[in-house]
């Protein structure tokens, strides 16, 4: 981006420039002074967001940067879109539109060890006809992935990945990024316009740093540098934005034009030299950490070496990305519609840890499930502090053989959910205790039930508080009733000021008295009483799954919306006819009974009616008369082009049925990315018929002709 003659000039500019301010010379050419802040200001940020090597002192750049802002605040018409002045914006983002990306931006394959990587690449060899591949590799940095759009060299737009085809609207946000400069000389490579991908990260010292000061204002910390890197990019106020420090890496290209209507630049025929054309543009990519080899070995032995260094990074990666450095090798490897076959992540292993096993908490779920709760010395494991870890049950407690005052070998699994591997028995000194489970609930002090065959201790009483909670909780989630105004953190608060204590309790508010609690003003409680009213004509699928009866998902509840006109008919049905049902096991139908034969769950049905919900089976629920009736689905892996939620919904608007499970009452098996044991189930019945996303789009566009 800059040669050495020109950082001396811009050196001996910023000079000038400051000797000028401080004596206060006139302005002879206000065009020329403009355009020389301008360049010495972007020179700096670029030195020091990017090369972490600033040329200014904090001082001078303030001062420069301050009479840049004078002096466009005074000729307004001259301020350009790239100045150094418009990163910041004034007022809040009241929204975040969704666009559309250029290219979709598609998941990467993963890996874990050397088979795993053996294999792609040959794999990769077999498509390309090459004894031996030449290879990129980068760090998998761990932060929020975004994209940037640049026309005539001018930042456009910037996005974030959202569902890989569309993401939301943050340009604004992601002018905040000094890293992220608001124009490029791509002009020079002769590109017109470009979509880059990159990740927007937070240093892990810049994250240390933030969170020691919202300690030091009493706020609670940020749980890790990626959470927090996602969340500032969504930010409504740009300007705390600007204060959370954040970076970005550039490392793809995924489109662009020509100016001369060629394919490609001359000088990039190579992910290489993308890097290294993106690092001379202004822009921090990885190019200082790639590594360039010939044949899987080199990767392998790279990726295991680098594994080592992970944790002297000043940024969070959670693995290495290998690509095929060839353009052309890459057009011809091509991809799936989940991922490209020219490239892979290799993941490092799972993060661990050692700690102390203090006590244990037992936590009662909404169905009264008694939940063993590890409490454990706070450590740091990937970037997140684990001090609550979920042993699920008794036997997992007993299996593992943990004790309290136990040191414990504690896992990220995924990098994610943390649990105990395994307890180190060695280093017990004799002063460990057995952990006891409660024969009474720990919240209502009723004797704890443990079902035969079942491995979990469960709370029968049905007024048990933590029960009643956690059931307001479920009914109120999107899934259910979806009372948007009122989340989990709002249900306690109210139950524990008695403004609400059961599921009816959320219709007979006392608003006025909400009226009187701190944050809640005019408009949010406005926006709650809607909610509230609207969730009054939810369809009847939707209050059954919000009930929290045992057993049943969101499936099943569809299945009992469409058995019946009204949901109290269910009071008359013996377990018999419930197990008829479709897709209904023994259990389910035990469970499903003998909640509507409990006089207390009729009662709050009949007093939910007469607060004005629907309990009536809707048109929504029965559709009948589609060109799918009859037909009956069922979902396994990962989709790519649309949300689980999204078919099932399509299904159903044509008459078909969705199933919980494979049967012989299964038609269709739609098989997405990473299908389990149901794919396999399902080969095994040669009447279910066994779809690809794109098969199932297919379907659905010409249900009639395809059955």
Not at 183 to 202: N, P, W, Y
Not at 531 to 541: C, M, N, T, V
Not at 642 to 649: F, Q, T
Request: aromatic fraction near 8%; charge should be negative; proline fraction near 4%.
């Amino acid at each position: 981006m800059y040669t050495k003659e020109i950082e001396i000039t811009l050196l001996q500019l910023a000079k000038d420039l400051l000797r000028k301010l401080q004596q206060k010379e006139s302005i002879t050419d206000l065009d020329e002074t403009l355009d020389g802040l301008r360049r010495v200001i972007i020179y700096n940020d670029w030195r020091y967001y990017v090369q972490s090597e600033p040329v200014l002192s904090d001082y001078e750049y303030d001062q420069l940067y301050a009479w840049l802002k004078e002096l466009e605040a005074a000729n307004p018409d001259k301020v350009s879109a790239d100045s150094p002045t418009q990163r910041v914006a004034q007022g809040l983002t009241k929204a975040f539109p969704t666009v559309q990306h250029l290219v979709p931006m598609l998941s990467l394959e993963n890996s874990y060890d050397a088979d795993d990587l053996n294999d792609w690449d040959r794999k990769a060899r077999e498509i390309s006809g090459l004894d031996e591949i030449e290879y990129c590799i980068e760090p998998k940095f761990d932060g929020a992935s975004i994209s940037l759009i640049y026309e005539n060299d001018r930042l456009t737009r910037g996005a974030t990945r959202g569902d890989g085809v569309s993401g939301e609207d943050i340009t604004t946000n992601i002018r905040q990024i000094r890293s992220i400069p608001l124009s490029a000389s791509f002009a020079t490579h002769g590109i017109q316009s470009i979509e880059i991908r990159g990740e927007v990260l937070i240093n892990k010292n810049t994250f240390k740093a933030y969170n020691e000061q919202r300690a030091a204002d009493n706020l609670p910390p940020l749980a890790n540098p990626r959470n927090a890197a996602s969340g500032s990019l969504r930010m409504v106020d740009p300007r705390e934005v600007a204060k959370r420090g954040l970076e970005a890496f550039l490392y793809h290209m995924s489109y662009h034009t020509m100016e001369d209507g060629k394919t490609e630049p001359d000088e990039i025929r190579t992910h290489s030299n993308t890097l290294d054309m993106l690092s001379s543009l202004g822009f921090r990519s990885p190019s200082k950490q790639m590594k360039i080899v010939k044949g899987i070995k080199g990767v392998i032995d790279y990726v295991l070496a680098f594994e080592k260094e992970r944790d002297s990074l000043p940024y969070e990666i959670d693995g290495m990305v290998i690509k095929v450095n060839d353009y052309a090798l890459q057009d011809k490897l091509g991809m799936t519609t989940h991922h490209p076959r020219w490239a892979i992540a290799y993941k490092f292993a799972a993060r661990q840890a050692t700690s102390k096993l203090r006590k244990v908490e037992f936590q009662v779920g909404r169905t009264g499930s008694v939940t063993p709760v590890a409490k454990i010395d706070p450590v740091p494991i990937g970037g997140v502090t684990v001090g609550s870890i979920s042993l699920f049950n008794e036997d997992v407690v007993r299996e593992k053989d943990l004790k309290i005052g136990d040191t414990v070998l504690v896992e990220r699994a995924g990098d994610v959910i943390p649990y105990i591997v395994k307890s180190l028995a060695d280093l017990r000194n004799g002063e460990e205790e057995d952990i006891k489970f409660p024969t009474h609930c720990p919240v209502c002090h009723e004797p704890l039930f443990k079902p035969e065959g079942e491995s979990v201790w469960r709370c029968i009483n049905l007024t048990c508080e933590a029960q009643v909670v956690e059931r307001m909780i479920h009914f109120v989630s999107k899934d259910a009733m979806d009372i948007r105004s009122l989340g989990e953190s709002n249900v306690r608060k109210f139950y524990g000021l008695g403004i609400m204590k059961n599921i009816p309790g959320i219709y007979k508010m006392d608003f006025d008295k909400l009226a009187e609690l701190e944050g809640f003003g005019k408009k949010s409680l406005t926006n709650l009483q809607t909610a509230i009213e609207q969730s009054k004509s939810q369809p009847l699928h939707r209050l059954v799954f919000g009930l929290g009866i045992r057993y049943v998902g969101e499936t099943t509840a569809k299945t009992l919306a469409n058995a019946v006109n009204h949901l109290l008919d269910l009071r008359e049905w013996t377990e018999e006819q419930v197990l008829a049902l479709e897709d209904i096991g023994p259990k389910v139908a035990g469970s499903i009974q003998q909640f509507f034969q409990t006089e207390d769950n009729i009662h709050m049905l009949q007093e939910l009616e007469a607060l004005g919900i629907n309990l009536k089976s809707t048109k929504a629920d029965h559709p009948v008369g589609g060109s799918l009736d009859g037909q009956t689905f069922l979902f396994t892996g990962t989709l790519n082009k649309l949300k689980r939620s999204d078919a099932e919904a399509m299904v159903e608007e044509q008459g078909g049925k969705i199933l919980g499970g494979v049967s012989s009452k299964l038609n269709f098996l739609v098989v997405g990315d990473d299908a389990g044991s149901k794919l396999e189930k399902a080969k095994k019945i040669n009447t279910i018929r066994i779809l690809s996303e794109d098969d199932f789009l297919n379907l659905m566009q010409s249900p009639a002709t395809e059955q």
